[in-house]
């Protein structure tokens, strides 16, 4: 008999599937080189939806602290990323009056990308970053206190008790990589101060419906947020989302800026029934769009595999770009590994030098591309597009060109 799902959220059963990409492991279990012949655990990547509360989600398969405590991913590699990270203190310090008395707090703080600038105008900072490989960077390289715990109820009471308020408590990409939500929206209410602001970034799941975004799915992420949802969760938790701003990050995100319910100092902008009605609109509120979203992933997996044989059965080379976690979920879900690609690249030095989760491509320094000369280059990492071809623009003394496989597969010289 097949096991009863609830939601993570409202607890209802879950019975609708969204998309299921069949098996796949942990799309930051990278394997060392001399591990090629080694097994690899592999999980249902069969995502689902609540037809309540319309919470898209993952099945937890294994803990965060599994999956976190030795991270790969470091934000100060993306050069456009740090370029928003900045841009975002300014825009806060500019409008909110963050400043010297204020206590910011980031949730994720990953390597310390975001603080760095709050710290250079000497305001008070206090990262939380579970992944202690990355937290020591943070501390050691860039002097942010940072502590290595997963955040949620138990740990907001233990700041508080310590007599930290956030003034500003912000999270990027992280609502969508915590297995219990209830937990952790609570935490951020008893952590906020009673005039302060909280403001979470995460991909908008009407981009990766509209856009084919499926290869965004991977274990880490366990929910996919869209903004009538995000509402309800934070108004069950006795938070009031004010304000509202749409992002072209990840592929496409929302920025939302949350207050305490009993908090007037805050009036609710135009934009939250503007990006309300925008999902309304697109079906967002209606069962049939999210079950009929698998027949959209399935001719990216077509069309892309056609592309990729045409290539080599025309004796072309194929590399990659990028040890991305959504790269992962690509490949693999596609079936597509050393018969297709030769290897990959990633600028990172944390993800050279070993091989990509289930598909077992090795992946090396940039400079590898220059030495083989390849003829095509898959851009697993589509939203750095620009960014990348930027920085490969000498392959076009060959003639090299690239492929990118999202929303559609296209070709680029």
Same mark, same amino acid.
């Given at each position: 008999?097949?096991? $009863?799902?609830?939601?993570?959220?409202?607890? *209802?059963?879950? $019975? *609708?599937? =969204?998309?299921?990409?069949?098996?796949?492991?942990?799309?930051?279990?990278?394997?060392?080189?001399?591990?090629?012949?080694?097994?690899?655990?592999?999980?249902?990547?069969?995502?689902?939806?609540?037809? #309540?509360?319309?919470?898209?989600? @993952?099945?937890?398969?294994?803990?965060?602290?599994?999956?976190?405590?030795?991270?790969?991913?470091?934000?100060?590699?993306?050069?456009?990323?740090?370029?928003?990270?900045?841009?975002?203190?300014?825009?806060?310090?500019?409008? +909110?009056?963050?400043?010297?008395?204020?206590?910011?707090?980031?949730?994720?703080?990953?390597?310390?990308?975001?603080?760095?600038?709050?710290?250079?105008?000497?305001?008070?900072?206090?990262? /939380?970053?579970?992944?202690? %490989?990355?937290?020591?960077?943070?501390? %050691?390289?860039?002097?942010?206190?940072?502590?290595?715990?997963? =955040? !949620?109820?138990?740990?907001?009471?233990?700041?508080?008790?310590?007599?930290?308020?956030?003034?500003?408590?912000?999270?990027? %990409?992280?609502?969508?990589?915590?297995?219990?939500?209830?937990?952790?929206?609570? !935490?951020?209410?008893?952590?906020?101060?009673?005039?302060?602001?909280?403001?979470?970034?995460?991909?908008?799941?009407?981009?990766?419906?509209?856009?084919?975004?499926?290869?965004?799915?991977?274990?880490?992420?366990?929910? +996919?947020?869209?903004?009538?949802?995000?509402?309800?969760?934070?108004?069950?938790? !006795? @938070?009031?989302?004010?304000?509202?701003?749409?992002?072209?990050?990840?592929?496409?995100?929302?920025?939302? =800026?949350?207050?305490?319910?009993?908090?007037?100092?805050?009036? &609710?902008?135009?934009?939250?029934?503007?990006?309300? #009605?925008?999902?309304?609109?697109?079906?967002?509120?209606? @069962?049939?769009?999210?079950?009929?979203?698998?027949?959209?992933?399935?001719?990216?997996?077509?069309?892309?595999?056609?592309?990729?044989?045409? @290539?080599?059965?025309?004796? $072309?080379?194929?590399?990659?770009?990028?040890?991305?976690?959504?790269?992962? &979920?690509?490949?693999?879900?596609?079936?597509?590994? #050393?018969?297709?690609?030769?290897?990959?690249?990633?600028?990172?030095?944390?993800?050279?030098? /070993?091989?990509?989760? !289930?598909?077992?491509?090795?992946?090396?320094?940039?400079?590898?591309?220059? #030495?083989?000369?390849?003829?095509?280059?898959?851009?697993?990492?589509?939203?750095?597009?620009?960014?990348?071809?930027?920085?490969?623009?000498?392959?076009?003394?060959?003639?090299?060109?690239?492929?990118?496989?999202?929303?559609?597969?296209?070709?680029?010289?």
């Amino acid at each position: 008999m097949e096991k $009863k799902i609830f939601c993570r959220f409202c607890h *209802h059963e879950i $019975k *609708h599937t =969204f998309v299921d990409l069949g098996m796949a492991p942990l799309s930051n279990s990278y394997v060392k080189m001399n591990s090629s012949e080694h097994g690899q655990m592999t999980y249902p990547l069969h995502v689902r939806v609540c037809n #309540q509360c319309f919470l898209v989600q @993952l099945e937890e398969f294994e803990s965060p602290s599994d999956i976190f405590s030795d991270y790969a991913y470091f934000s100060s590699f993306s050069t456009s990323w740090i370029k928003h990270a900045k841009a975002y203190t300014d825009y806060m310090v500019e409008n +909110y009056a963050i400043g010297k008395d204020s206590q910011v707090i980031e949730i994720a703080s990953n390597d310390g990308y975001l603080l760095q600038y709050f710290k250079e105008k000497n305001i008070p900072v206090l990262g /939380i970053e579970p992944a202690e %490989n990355v937290a020591e960077v943070a501390r %050691n390289e860039k002097g942010i206190p940072t502590i290595s715990k997963f =955040f !949620g109820v138990p740990l907001a009471k233990k700041l508080v008790h310590e007599g930290r308020k956030a003034n500003l408590l912000l999270g990027n %990409n992280v609502l969508a990589h915590v297995p219990d939500i209830n937990d952790f929206v609570e !935490g951020m209410k008893i952590l906020l101060a009673a005039d302060g602001v909280i403001t979470m970034e995460f991909p908008h799941l009407l981009n990766l419906i509209e856009k084919n975004q499926f290869d965004t799915i991977y274990h880490e992420h366990f929910s +996919y947020l869209s903004f009538l949802t995000v509402q309800k969760i934070f108004m069950l938790h !006795g @938070l009031r989302i004010f304000d509202v701003q749409e992002w072209s990050t990840h592929g496409g995100s929302l920025r939302i =800026f949350a207050c305490h319910v009993d908090c007037f100092n805050y009036k &609710t902008t135009d934009y939250v029934e503007s990006i309300t #009605q925008q999902e309304k609109q697109a079906g967002l509120d209606k @069962l049939h769009i999210y079950t009929g979203f698998s027949e959209k992933v399935k001719n990216v997996k077509y069309d892309l595999l056609a592309c990729l044989i045409e @290539l080599k059965k025309a004796n $072309k080379s194929i590399v990659a770009y990028g040890a991305a976690a959504k790269g992962n &979920t690509l490949l693999n879900y596609c079936g597509i590994r #050393q018969d297709f690609i030769d290897y990959a690249v990633d600028i990172n030095p944390h993800k050279q030098n /070993i091989m990509l989760p !289930g598909s077992r491509i090795p992946v090396y320094n940039p400079e590898k591309i220059s #030495q083989t000369k390849p003829d095509y280059i898959l851009i697993l990492p589509w939203n750095l597009k620009e960014e990348i071809i930027q920085q490969l623009s000498y392959v076009k003394e060959w003639g090299a060109k690239f492929i990118l496989p999202i929303p559609e597969v296209e070709i680029v010289e």
